[in-house]
Nanobody, 124 residues
Framework: QVQLVESGGGLVQAGGSLRLSCVAS????????MGWFRQAPGKEREFVAA????????DYTDSVKGRFTIVRDNAKNRMYLQMNSLKPEDTAVYYC?????????????????WGQGTQVTVSS
């Protein structure tokens, strides 16, 4: 079993940048496919990005392509989400997640473990 803890959220103006971190403990990160999801108030949790075990594959939701980058450092047991050109509609709680297989990565049920989330607020 792996435990996940996110950090790096905060308040930023539109056009600004943030880097979210997800640190894993309990098991080696390279055992898992990793993803980022987000949930805005009153909305369902939605897929943001995913990365395969050794970074060969990445996927992004259309609304963040070209602005967000998902990376992982298995040696440090960490995953990151670099978010640039932030927009007010990016405001949400961001969650990292770990799963076993790189398929249906846009679906939350494909992931077995979740962090507690970190708040990102983008002001206009």
């Amino acid at each position: 079993q792996v435990q996940l803890v996110e950090s790096g959220g905060g308040l930023v103006q539109a056009g600004g940048s943030l880097r979210l971190s997800c640190v894993a403990s309990g098991r080696t990160l390279s055992n898992y496919v990793m993803g980022w999801f987000r949930q805005a108030p009153g909305k369902e949790r939605e897929f943001v990005a995913a990365i395969s075990r050794y970074s060969l594959n990445t996927d992004y939701t259309d609304s963040v392509k070209g602005r967000f980058t998902i990376v992982r450092d298995n040696a440090k047991n960490r995953m990151y989400l670099q978010m640039n050109s932030l927009k007010p509609e990016d405001t949400a709680v961001y969650y990292c997640a770990a799963g076993s297989y790189y398929r249906n990565v846009v679906v939350a049920t494909s992931y077995d473990y979740w962090g507690q989330g970190t708040q990102v607020t983008v002001s206009s």
